[in-house]
């Protein structure tokens, strides 16, 4: 593959290795912890036990009586905050009702963790002891976790807002009355989508150090430019005398998506001590007190005609945000709405949101963020038509797809499909699993006691986050554009350095940008250095969440280099004597076309851009280009997975014994990165089918609080991933390419979960939700059983 215009062979499409990763696996990297500064003080939090109650007291004297302790502080004490933490994001058109949500508690707290001290001392390990004889009481209040409860606004939450309710909303389009009038059988599922965590192998941490009227906040986050801009707003200082940096920060999948309480409680206390204030994060507290996500239980309802054509689509979603609204929380459930038709054409579909409060840590944006609920709800009910519309799993998405000469798509909803060839990636998965065999030994197997399933899922999603119109304030609501911004630099020597405004945190943006550079700038990916996660570096950006780097950032980029392409072209032609129309980038060298010897190297055509004595006239000296570039529509990759799993009838227990995918994000920049996504979010979603839950019992206490009991999935429990790509360019950026980092997880757990149902139809088992754990699987086993 080579991109237009380029150098034969080009660095775009080759698998190469990412070359961040030799330091983060031999241990050098560079974590927030890794970040020792002179004078560091260290802070612990004293944390409710209580899920909602009264703070009737809390005595700090003595940890204060401590020589290793500074300073104990609760929320009466932390003064000098413009305003609660933020919450940006809202679904279009509506009021939502928000809470106070402050760093520390103030009067009453209402979920398990919620922070009500803050101990800082000179010791890290003896804070946590401190924290420990900070004596709280509290006056315990009726709590509520149950979010159908929470609706009846029996127990309040927040007494200033006088209900439990969020807000409603809804996004439809077409008649639904009509679609479901014109259906011949009309299907309906409670689709519960449970509550999980982000699990990132890094636990969040920050260290703040003001100085010299200045502060610099190492934070282990997603959105550097989003807490750098938040805390000069909350802490009152001027924009350009924060410097927010995200180191090396491993893994966050949505939850360092996020302006945390912590944060903002180290700048203040850096500030007001004059010491630099470190946080580190435990792993319980990870579990507790960053943010969760899903959390939704939905009523769906599919109308469909006797040969299978879907007619109307309508959701109804209960959304469960926990205690307080985060940054992002109203609006993640409506981020499934916009995609709420699939792959499919629908002529009516509806969904109406319900956000209710409860006594839990809040809910956000987990990988995907309502796409892959959205995902679960049509490809589980669309699979419970088919069989009982007696048609199989692929006759029926076959029979809705949108097909590949209707793209640009506007669904019923104003939103436009870009492209897409959705019969094109299940025909590709259907070379490799030939469904007539799998169905022959489903049943010879049946007959030796092995039940064995196969589940099928055709997604498609929205991401690239994406046009300022529409993410903006009279858009989705964001309170930020949806632009990214990219310097492309070429030194004296030729080498480049290119800044980022996206944040990557695994995604291997360090390699596939300096792939994209590299092309167009004759030179190899070596020599291309990218830096990313510091705001004092390159200008402002948007960061990195809804897989938006490549299709935003990765463009940005790419528009920058050809600017320098195009200058660079000039001075070349300038010194050979030729047209720039003629110079083309060929084999590392800027050469005149016809003429491959006749040439510049880029470090060549450096020096004369430093050293400019040889100009053409008018040019300005140097070689560094800015740009940012705001798209003009979302992109919408897609695909059709498949999983096969075994069920042991005996004891419920589920393993996935193959799993295939063909996914379509465009023209790959890099297929090794993109199969390392695809692996990361499926293996994402096969947990949250079958191992992780973030569980709270009835008195509002986490009980997956470690992961002892919130179950990661490792690689001893899959299989090895077969995975292929199609490539449908978008016509919204000219790279055509389309996200992945959210793909895997939003298409994996409906064909986990059809392939579980699948497996167990012949015992009369015909539904379930997850997640499918031994005991609910064995159960339904036993009652389809009698
Ligand atoms: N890519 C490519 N060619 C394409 C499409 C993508 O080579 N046609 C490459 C990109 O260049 C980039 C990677 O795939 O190196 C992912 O790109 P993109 O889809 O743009 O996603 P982002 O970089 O914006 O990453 C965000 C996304 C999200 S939203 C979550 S959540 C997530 C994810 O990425 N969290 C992750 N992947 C993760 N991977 C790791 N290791 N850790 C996380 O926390």
């Not at 076959?398 to 590949?404: D, Q, S, T, V």
């Not at 025909?427 to 039940?451: P, T």
Request: net charge negative; hydrophobic share 40%.
């Amino acid at each position: 593959m080579s991109v237009a215009g380029q150098a034969e062979r080009s660095w775009v499409g080759r698998a190469l290795k990412r070359k961040e990763d030799p330091k983060l696996i031999t241990g050098r990297g560079n974590y927030v912890d890794d970040i020792v500064l002179p004078g560091t003080l260290y802070a612990a939090f004293v944390r409710s036990p209580e899920a909602h109650a009264r703070i009737v007291s809390v005595d700090a004297s003595a940890a204060m009586e401590r020589d290793d302790v500074v300073m104990v502080a609760t929320a009466d004490d932390v003064d000098g905050l413009a305003g609660p933490l933020p919450m940006a994001w809202v679904p279009p058109g509506v009021e939502v009702n928000t809470p106070e949500h402050w760093p520390l508690a103030k009067g009453a707290v209402k979920h398990v963790g919620d922070p009500v001290a803050v101990v800082i001392g000179t010791d890290r390990y003896s804070v946590v002891d401190a924290a420990d004889e900070v004596a709280v009481e509290y006056d315990p209040l009726p709590v509520v976790t149950d979010p159908e409860e929470a609706l009846k606004d029996e127990t309040i939450i927040h007494e200033s807002l006088g209900t439990n309710v969020s807000h409603r909303w809804s996004l439809g389009g077409g008649d639904l009355e009509a679609g479901f009038a014109a259906a011949d059988h009309v299907v309906e599922r409670r689709v519960i989508n449970h509550r999980t965590a982000g699990g990132a192998i890094e636990t969040r941490g920050v260290l703040a150090d003001y100085r010299g009227d200045e502060l610099t906040i190492y934070s282990s986050t997603q959105v550097p430019h989003f807490v750098r801009l938040f805390l000069a707003i909350l802490l009152g200082i001027s924009q350009d005398r924060v410097r927010a940096v995200a180191p090396d920060v491993g893994g966050g999948f949505g939850s360092k998506l996020q302006m945390y309480g912590e944060e903002v409680l180290m700048a203040w206390a850096a500030r007001k001590l004059g010491r630099p204030v470190k946080w580190i994060e435990t792993r319980s507290e990870n579990l507790q007190v960053t943010h969760h996500g899903r959390d939704q239980i939905a009523d769906v309802r599919m109308g469909l005609k006797r040969d299978g054509t879907i007619t109307a689509f309508h959701v109804k979603i209960l959304a469960d945000f926990g205690a307080y609204h985060m940054l992002l929380t109203p609006t993640i459930p409506s981020l499934g709405a916009f995609v709420m038709q699939g792959c499919y054409k629908m002529p009516a579909v509806q969904t109406d949101i319900t956000g209710v409060f409860t006594n839990k840590f809040p809910t956000d944006a987990i990988r995907g963020a309502g796409r892959p609920e959205a995902t679960h709800m049509i490809e589980t009910v669309l699979d419970q038509a088919a069989a009982e519309l007696g048609m199989s799993p692929i006759d029926i998405r076959r029979k809705n797809f949108i097909p590949a000469e209707e793209f640009p798509y506007e669904t019923p909803v104003g939103v436009v499909y870009d492209s897409g060839n959705y019969h094109g990636t299940l025909d590709r998965l259907l070379e490799r699993l030939d469904l007539d065999a799998f169905r022959r030994e489903q049943e010879a197997l049946r007959a030796k006691g092995i039940y064995r399933g196969v589940g099928f899922s055709t997604y498609t999603e929205i991401c690239g986050l994406a046009p300022s119109r529409v993410t903006g304030p009279t858009g989705f609501g964001l309170q930020a554009g949806g632009w990214e911004s990219a310097v492309v630099s070429v030194h004296t020597t030729g080498a480049v350095t290119v800044y980022t405004g996206t944040s990557p945190h695994g995604q291997g943006l360090e390699t596939s940008f300096a792939q994209i550079v590299a092309d167009r700038l004759g030179t190899s990916p070596d020599n291309v250095d990218v830096i990313h996660g510091d705001t004092s570096t390159g200008p402002e950006g948007l960061n990195t969440y809804g897989s938006r780097s490549l299709a935003v950032g990765g463009e940005a980029i790419a528009r920058a280099a050809e600017k320098i392409q195009e200058k660079a072209k000039k001075i070349v032609a300038h010194q050979l004597e030729a047209d720039p129309a003629d110079i083309e980038v060929r084999d590392g060298k800027f050469s005149v076309k016809g003429s491959p010897d006749k040439g510049m190297t880029l470090a060549e055509v450096a020096g004369q851009a430093y050293i400019p004595l040889n100009l053409p006239e008018g040019m300005e000296p140097g070689l560094s280009e800015t740009t940012f570039y705001d798209p003009d529509n979302f992109v919408f990759p897609f695909g059709a997975h498949a999983a096969i799993v075994d069920v042991d009838i005996e004891t419920g227990k589920v393993d996935v014994i193959r799993y295939l995918g063909v996914d379509d994000c465009g023209p790959a920049i890099n297929p090794k990165i993109i199969e390392g996504q695809l692996h990361g979010g499926i293996v994402h979603a096969i947990g949250q089918v079958l191992y992780e839950r973030i569980h709270y019992d009835e008195d509002g206490q986490l009980v997956t609080g470690t992961f002892v009991d919130y179950a990661l999935p490792s690689a001893a429990e899959l299989p090895f991933f077969e995975l292929d790509r199609t490539e449908t360019p978008t016509p919204t950026n000219t790279l055509g390419v389309k996200g992945v980092g959210e793909a895997g997880t939003i298409g994996a757990s409906a064909a986990v979960t059809n392939a579980v149902i699948d497996a167990l139809r012949p015992l009369g088992v015909t539904w379930l939700n997850m997640p499918l754990s031994p005991a609910r699987v064995w159960a339904a086993i036993q009652e389809a059983r009698g």
